[in-house]
Each structure stands twice: as structure tokens, then as C-alpha cells.
């Protein structure tokens, strides 16, 4: 069974940091492209960051620089870094995977594809 269980989620001031991880089970996820994705409160879902299988690595413009993605095929966890976080990063978090697509995947995971249930990022000014 395929299963995705984020963790690292909290409360911090603008500039701080959090590092979300995303532990994926009941498969083998090397093959898999991966990504974090984030909803704000009346927004659509937006792509934030995601890895190819061969470790190529996208971000939305608006967090470049900030945000690292990363993902440890022995552990099967992935991982967002984030640092210098604004208001604006305040969302619901979650991460996804898709074994489709040649394990390519740019900003977006359909939502046939394999999500967790979120957590909850707030950051405040």
C-alpha cells in the first residue's frame, strides 16, 4: 500500500526556517518523480518544488533561493528545506509522488498520482 506521511510542519516568524519531510512507504520510489505542492486558504493548489528520479530539481520562481528539495532513496524520505520564510509561504503542504511520465515531472503531479494529507506551515510577520 502506497503510502505518504508528511512531518516537520509548524508555526515560525518571517526569516525563519522549517524542513518538512515526507515519509513514502509501500514501494520503491527511485523510479518515482516527487514534488511538494502548497494550497493557501482560497487559492489554487500550486506546484512549490519537485525531483525528477534522476535528481534533476524544479522550484516556482518564488521560492528560489530559499527552498532546497532533496529526497534519500535509501531512507525513501523526501524533503523540503526552507529557509528566509515569508508570510506569503503560509499553506498547507503536501508532498506527492507519480511513478508515470518516464519519473519526469515539472511543478505538477496529477491528482491521480500518489499525496499525502498535508501540514500546516504558518508563518508570521
Known amino acids: 500500500q502506497v503510502q505518504l506521511v508528511e512531518s516537520g510542519g509548524g508555526s515560525v516568524q518571517a526569516g525563519g526556517s522549517l524542513r518538512l519531510s515526507c515519509a513514502a512507504s509501500g514501494y520503491n520510489y527511485d523510479s518515482f518523480c516527487m514534488g511538494w505542492f502548497r494550497q493557501a486558504p482560497g487559492k489554487e493548489r500550486e506546484g512549490v518544488a519537485t525531483?525528477?528520479?534522476?535528481?534533476?530539481?524544479t522550484y516556482t520562481d518564488s521560492v528560489k533561493g530559499r527552498f532546497t528539495i532533496s529526497k534519500d532513496n535509501a531512507e525513501n524520505t523526501l524533503y523540503l528545506q526552507m529557509n528566509s520564510l515569508k508570510p506569503e509561504d503560509s499553506a498547507i503542504y503536501y508532498c506527492?509522488?507519480?511513478?508515470?511520465?518516464?519519473?519526469?515531472?515539472?511543478?505538477?503531479?496529477?491528482?491521480?498520482?500518489?499525496w499525502g494529507q498535508g501540514t500546516q506551515v504558518t508563518v508570521s510577520s
Open positions: 506527492a509522488a507519480d511513478p508515470r511520465y518516464g519519473g519526469t515531472c515539472i511543478l505538477t503531479i496529477p491528482d491521480s498520482g500518489y
Open positions: 525531483i525528477n528520479s534522476d535528481g534533476r530539481t
